[in-house]
Every structure is written in structure tokens, then in C-alpha cells.
């Protein structure tokens, strides 16, 4: 029969033995020979694992299925080419697993099911794939795919987050233009040059820009400015009725009750100069915090005060380089916080270096493996709360 080459017949033949006698280790033996022949290196694997597993110290048994397994690999990954080469990196994917299966410490075939991915516009699971390659071995073409898995990833975060508050702002209430704030403050977190984010920021609140500090000193001055003009119409319509000088006095009064009121002390105290941004963490999750500082390069001290939780990150030009929490330090201590960082107070003051660098991750891949804070979750908790900080942004702006 193999001197005719009839591998079919022999294949019907084989299989109808092992059909009676399911354990006869000679006929699967003879069957992966079949199929080898035949080109079928992935059916005389299987028969010859069943045979290892009921035989495990033939040695004659482990050299025929060590010797199926490479040509079944050779195969593959030659099918596995011509796919890719073609452009079909689905049907490319699952041959990629198979092959896994039986080369798992192979780094190269994570990477090519990563490239596919990728290809195919799933940026979430190619970073899954790469990062088990890279555990393997940390070559820069793996962590070059890494990144650019990550850069995919921002861009559809940015796209969604944009797509969403485009459908908020077309609603028109104050509750869905406030949300909608919130995810453009997520946007420029990513990108801080997204044109559209910043238009439409400076257009709700306000503000001729994005940035630390802007907030409060546009509302200072807006305030002082109407106060002005509200002061000089009343004066100037009044000097032409009564004395000029009676007048002027009643000016420098007003000022100077303007001056000393509680309102201008709250105000100024919140400006003073060390104190770069504050807030309440039931307002701004901690993931929204840290992105913001990094969009903006700050420097400084970043203190979290909670019930469960206290602790600093300390940051240079954006960037975390030492965190401490108790007597925690460095990345133990920044797990803690982000894990455990609920409603609370954050306070940003500007500062120079003042520890050691014990952190080096970047900012953005700290966010990135962070579960997102969904809109839904925000909404529920701030019914029963006060106004927040974007309610107030928005009623400054208007």
C-alpha cells in the first residue's frame, strides 16, 4: 500500500483499526506516518501524543513526535507567511495559536499574533500578546510594537471620549454640558494640543487657555473687571447730579469695603502662589488629577488627604519620580495611593526636587493600565453632593 502510495486507503484502513482497538499504539504509530506523508503534520502530532501518553518512556515514540512537531511548525509558520503576506491576519490567527501551543516559549510568535492584531485594528489585545513576548524577551522590535499599541490605544480613547462629548454638548442642559467637560479635560490629559478639546474648553468656562492656574486667576480678574465698570457707570451717572468730590469718596469707600470683604479674602487666599491646583477627589477621580498635572508638565507636590488614605507624589515636569504613603515608599506606595485614594482633598503646591527618584514609569502608561472611571459611576455618586468644580467652571464661563 505505501510502495503504491495509496496514503488515502491506508488512512481508512488505520483509522478503522483504531475504531476497534482504540489503544493500539502501532497502528496510530503507522497512521502519523500516513499523515505525514500526506502533508497533515498537525494530525500525526496528535496521534503521536496520544501514543506518548500511553507509552511516556519510549524514546522511539518522543523522537517521532519531537520530529512531527518541527515539520508541523516549518508548515505553519510557512502558511502563516503567506497569509500575512496576502493580508489575512485573521485567518493567519488562529495557525498562530496552534503553533504557540506547541512552541509557548517561543517570544517571536506572540510578537507576530501582536503585529496581527494590530493590523486588524484590536490594539487592546495586541498589547496583550506583546507583553507575554516581552516577558520572554525584551527585544526593542517588541517594545517598539508595544508603544505603538499603546499610541493606538490613546487615539480610540481620544476618539470615543470626543465622540461622547459631542453628543452631550448637542443635548444643551448644564448637567450634560458639565459631563461633557469632564471627558474634555480627559481629552486634553492625552493630547493637550487637541484643538477641538481646547476650543471648546475655553468656550464652556471661559478661559483664554488650558492650564494650571488659569482657572482661578480668569475668575479674579473677571470678577475685579465687572466690579470696575459695575462702580464707574454708577459713578458717572451720578456725577452729573450731585458733587463730584461727595462722589469720589463714596468710590474709594466701596473700594475699600471690595477690598477687606470676605469674598476677596476667600478669593485671594485660594490664588496664593505656592498653590497650583486643588480640589475634592470626589469630583475628579485620582486618575483625572495625575493625568492633568503630566499634560501640563507641572513641578511640585501633589498631597492626598482621606479617611482610608494620606500620602505625596512628587513630580518634575509632569512626570512622578517618588511617591510616599505611611511609611511606604516609591511604587509600593504609589499602588497604595491609586488604590485607595477615594473622596478626599488633593492640593498641587509648586516645589523644586525634594526626595530621591524611586519611580520611573511614565505617567501615561500608569493611566493606561488603570480601570477607566465610567460616566455612569461619576453621575450616580454626585447626585447627593455638592456642586463640583466643572458645575463651577461652567457657571463662571456663562
Not at 478503522?16 to 506523508?37: F, G, H, K, T
Request: include cysteine; glycine fraction near 8%.
Amino acid at each position: 500500500m505505501f510502495v503504491a502510495r495509496d496514503y488515502p486507503a491506508g488512512e481508512v484502513l488505520y483509522k478503522a483499526l483504531l475504531i476497534r482497538e482504540p489503544d493500539n499504539i502501532n497502528a496510530m504509530i503507522e497512521l502519523s506516518v500516513v499523515y505525514e506523508a500526506m502533508g497533515k503534520p498537525q494530525n500525526a502530532v496528535g496521534l503521536l501524543e496520544r501514543a506518548a501518553n500511553l507509552r511516556p518512556d519510549d524514546r522511539d515514540i518522543a523522537e517521532r513526535k519531537a520530529k512531527a512537531l518541527r515539520k508541523m511548525a516549518h508548515v505553519l509558520q510557512s502558511e502563516i507567511d503567506s497569509l500575512v503576506r496576502a493580508g489575512a491576519h485573521e485567518e493567519a490567527l488562529p495557525k498562530l495559536s496552534i503553533l504557540i501551543q506547541a512552541q509557548p516559549d517561543n517570544a517571536d510568535l506572540y510578537f507576530q499574533k501582536a503585529r496581527c492584531h494590530l493590523r486588524l485594528g484590536r490594539p487592546a489585545a495586541a498589547k496583550g500578546e506583546i507583553a507575554r513576548a516581552i516577558r520572554l524577551d525584551a527585544a526593542d522590535h517588541f517594545l517598539e510594537l508595544r508603544e505603538q499599541a499603546n499610541e493606538k490605544i490613546r487615539g480610540m480613547k481620544v476618539q470615543s471620549l470626543e465622540n461622547d462629548a459631542r453628543k452631550l454638548l448637542a443635548q444643551g442642559t448644564p448637567g450634560a454640558d458639565e459631563e461633557a467637560l469632564r471627558m474634555i479635560v480627559q481629552i486634553t490629559e492625552f493630547e493637550p494640543e487637541h484643538a477641538w478639546a481646547n476650543e471648546q474648553y475655553e468656550r464652556l468656562t471661559g478661559k483664554g487657555g488650558f492650564g494650571i492656574g488659569g482657572i482661578g486667576s480668569s475668575s479674579v480678574g473677571r470678577f475685579l473687571g465687572d466690579v470696575w465698570n459695575t462702580s464707574r457707570s454708577i459713578t458717572v451717572g451720578v456725577l452729573s447730579a450731585w458733587n463730584q468730590r461727595l462722589w469720589v469718596m463714596v468710590g474709594i469707600l466701596l473700594a475699600l469695603l471690595i477690598l477687606v470683604s470676605p469674598l476677596t479674602r476667600f478669593i485671594v487666599g485660594r490664588l496664593r502662589p505656592r498653590v497650583m491646583l486643588e480640589g475634592n477627589l470626589s469630583h475628579f477621580s485620582i486618575q483625572e488629577v495625575l493625568g492633568f498635572i503630566n499634560a501640563h508638565q507641572a513641578t511640585g507636590e501633589l498631597k492626598i488627604k482621606s479617611r482610608t488614605v494620606s500620602g505625596s507624589f512628587y513630580f518634575a515636569n509632569g512626570e512622578i519620580y517618588h511617591c510616599e504613603c505611611g511609611k511606604e515608599q516609591g511604587q509600593s506606595a504609589l499602588k497604595t495611593l491609586m488604590k485607595k485614594a477615594g473622596n478626599g482633598l488633593f492640593v498641587l503646591r509648586s516645589t523644586g526636587r525634594v526626595a530621591k527618584q524611586t519611580i520611573n514609569t511614565p505617567v501615561s502608561l500608569i493611566l493606561l493600565d488603570l480601570p477607566e472611571r465610567r460616566p455612569t459611576d461619576l453621575g450616580k455618586s454626585s447626585k447627593k453632593k455638592t456642586p463640583s468644580r466643572m458645575s463651577a467652571l461652567l457657571k463662571s464661563g456663562s
